[in-house]
């Protein structure tokens, strides 16, 4: 089944579908391994494991080479996220078509202003888009996909900016109608309470995401409850390996010795199961045979 077709049934399931963070191809692997049906391509982890800050300083050509990397080693779904577009419309068909080519199945995007600033940071200074043009991006985009299962999916920022659930609504209608397949409602609170009064008012016009990131003491329970259709774990793989790095460099450091830290850390045969060290091995066996099976040249008879 085509990549994007995964991701449509994902999201238009009628069950709580979950989809985990990965920001390489290796994150991407793992995530595939342990069962998940789907990954998320965050922009903050990408951006974070390239050293830079989420601010668009990665340039989206460099986003799309680790996609592509993603993309080869994994055989579900990847929805990026994918900003504002990085730019205007023309930027997000643009965006649209290199996906496609390298089988990303789905793009979401921001309704805030390039180059964008991380939700979590100052989230209440940070200047919406005008509804208008961020539809007109929407409908560019869909306009100029080829896969009709392509996703595109609208994230509404109007709870993190502070303007309420009147203009969460507002522009959630209006990205439905300019032909979206999917709205995701954001939220800083610990709580979920935005969430479910967006939940209650929504209905079922379009399938819902969110991202728990703040509110993670909410049980998913609750989630189905109130109709979501796909929960994001959107950072977590890129969090667990930072505090990982960190503690196993400081020990090395201080101890001047790896004694300490080999017991706890991941075998190189994993390593080489991860990167799929068996398959080359096999095909070796098969294209490399007769060549490894030859004799040395200069020591056939004449």
């Known amino acids: 089944m085509k990549k994007t077709t995964q991701l449509r049934n994902i999201i238009s399931s009628n069950k709580l579908e979950k989809i985990m963070e ?7 692997k793992i995530v595939e391994k342990v069962g998940f049906k789907g990954i998320w391509a965050s922009g903050l982890s990408i951006s974070a494991s390239l050293g830079v800050r989420d601010n668009n300083e990665a340039s989206w050509t460099q986003v799309l080479d680790v996609l592509e ?3 080869d080693a994994t055989s579900i779904p990847i929805l990026l996220d994918g900003d504002t577009g990085y730019g205007n419309f023309n930027n997000a068909r643009r ?9 990303i199945a789905g793009v979401c995007i921001e309704d805030k202003l390039f180059p964008k600033t991380n939700s979590f940071i100052r989230g209440e200074t940070q200047p919406l888009a005008d509804i208008d043009e961020f539809c007109g991006k929407i ?3 869909k306009d100029s996909q080829l896969d009709e299962d392509f996703i595109v999916v609208s994230r509404v920022e109007a709870f993190i900016a502070g303007w309420g659930l009147t203009e969460a609504l507002k522009r959630a209608e ?3 109608k300019a032909g979206t397949d999917a709205i995701l409602i954001h939220s800083k609170r610990t709580d979920s309470l935005e969430i479910e009064s ?3 008012e929504w209905g079922n016009r379009l399938p819902v995401v969110i991202v728990p990131t703040k509110y993670y003491s909410v049980p998913t329970e609750r989630f189905r409850e109130m109709g979501i259709s796909l929960v994001i774990w959107a950072n977590h793989n890129l969090r667990a390996s930072i505090r990982a790095m960190e503690e196993t460099s400081r020990q090395i450091y201080s101890d001047e010795s790896i004694i300490n830290v080999e017991p706890y ?5 994993h390593v080489f199961r991860l990167q799929d060290e068996e398959e ?4 070796e066996q098969r294209y490399l045979k007769s060549y490894r099976n030859s004799p040395p040249r200069g020591t056939q008879n004449d």
């Open 22 to 28: 990965s920001h390489n191809a290796l994150s991407a």
């Open 69 to 71: 990397f993603m993309s």
């Open 95 to 103: 965006l649209v078509k290199k996906l496609e080519q390298r089988q």
């Open 139 to 141: 409908k560019a985009m």
């Open 174 to 176: 209006a990205y439905r």
């Open 198 to 200: 967006f939940m209650k």
């Open 265 to 269: 850390i991941t075998p190189l045969e």
């Open 280 to 283: 080359l091995a096999k095909a």
